[in-house]
C-alpha cells in the first residue's frame, strides 16, 4: 500500500492562477480531509468527504472547491489563488469517522 | 463552537526525562473524542493517543500516556523517558463524535535535549 499520496510536493503559482491538489488513498477508505496548516495556527479543515459523491465544508472552505468521483481521490482546487492561500495542505483519510486518520506528506503551496 | 488551546508554544526537555504537553478544549458536547498528534520534522502527521470521553480511564502507548480531565476540559500529555527522536510539533485534536470535523490546537514545538 502507498497510504495517502499528494502530487506536487511544492508548488509556486502566481496570484489569479488556478490548480489542482491531488490526492489519493488506495485503502478504500470512505472518509477524506483537506487541512491547510499556517505557522502559529495549527491545522485547519477546509473541506471533506465521507464518501464518493458527498462533500461538506470544513471551517476554511473559501476559495477552494473538492469533489469526490471515486472512493480513491479527493482532488482539491484553487479557482483563482491569492498570497491568503499560501500554506502547507495536507490530505489525509480514514476508514470510518471513528478509525484513525492517515496524513499524506503534504503540498507546500506558495502564491506570490 | 469547539475550541482547542495549547498555552505552550515551546518546551524542551533532557532525554530520559519526563515532559507535560497541555491541551485545554472547549465544547458543550458530552461525547467526543481527543487526539494527540506528532508532527517532526520530515512533516509527516503521526496519531500518538486517542482519547474517548466516556471512558474514565486515562489512554496509554508504551511511553505516551494522557491525564484526561473532563469536567476541567483538559487533555495533557506526558512522555516518559523522553528521547531524541521525540523531538517535533505535537498538536491537540478534538472531534465531536459522529462527526468528521476534527479540529486542532496551534501546536507545542517539543525539543528533547542530549
Known amino acids: 500500500n502507498a497510504g495517502v499520496t499528494q502530487t506536487p510536493k511544492f508548488q509556486v503559482l502566481k496570484t489569479g492562477q488556478s490548480m489542482t491538489l491531488q490526492c489519493a488513498q488506495d485503502?478504500?477508505?470512505?472518509?477524506m480531509s483537506w487541512y491547510r496548516q499556517d505557522p502559529g495556527m495549527g491545522l485547519r479543515l477546509i473541506h471533506y468527504?465521507?464518501?464518493?459523491?458527498?462533500?461538506d465544508q470544513g471551517e476554511v472552505p473559501n476559495g477552494y472547491n473538492v469533489s469526490r468521483s471515486t472512493t480513491e481521490d479527493f482532488p482539491l482546487r484553487l479557482l483563482s489563488a491569492a498570497p491568503s492561500q499560501t500554506s502547507v495542505y495536507f490530505c489525509?483519510?480514514?476508514?470510518?469517522?471513528?478509525?484513525?486518520?492517515?496524513f499524506g506528506p503534504g503540498t507546500r503551496l506558495t502564491v506570490t | 463552537a469547539q475550541t482547542v488551546t495549547q498555552s505552550q508554544p515551546e518546551m524542551s526537555v533532557q532525554e530520559a526525562e519526563t515532559v507535560t504537553l497541555s491541551c485545554t478544549y472547549d465544547?458543550?458536547?458530552?461525547?467526543?473524542?481527543l487526539f494527540w498528534y506528532k508532527q517532526p520534522p520530515s512533516r509527516q502527521m503521526i496519531l500518538v493517543i486517542r482519547?474517548?470521553?466516556?471512558?474514565?480511564q486515562n489512554a496509554t502507548e508504551n511511553r505516551f500516556s494522557v491525564n484526561f480531565q473532563k469536567a476541567a476540559k483538559s487533555f495533557s500529555l506526558k512522555i516518559s523517558d523522553s528521547q531524541l527522536g521525540d523531538t517535533a510539533m505535537y498538536f491537540c485534536?478534538?472531534?465531536?463524535?459522529?462527526?468528521?470535523?476534527?479540529?486542532f490546537g496551534t501546536g507545542t514545538r517539543l525539543k528533547v535535549l542530549a
Open positions: 485534536a478534538f472531534r465531536t463524535s459522529g462527526t468528521y470535523k476534527y479540529i
Open positions: 468527504s465521507v464518501g464518493a459523491g458527498i462533500t
Open positions: 485503502m478504500n477508505h470512505e472518509y
Open positions: 465544547t458543550s458536547e458530552n461525547n467526543y473524542y
Open positions: 489525509a483519510s480514514s476508514y470510518s469517522k471513528d478509525y484513525e486518520q492517515y
Open positions: 482519547q474517548e470521553a466516556y471512558k474514565q
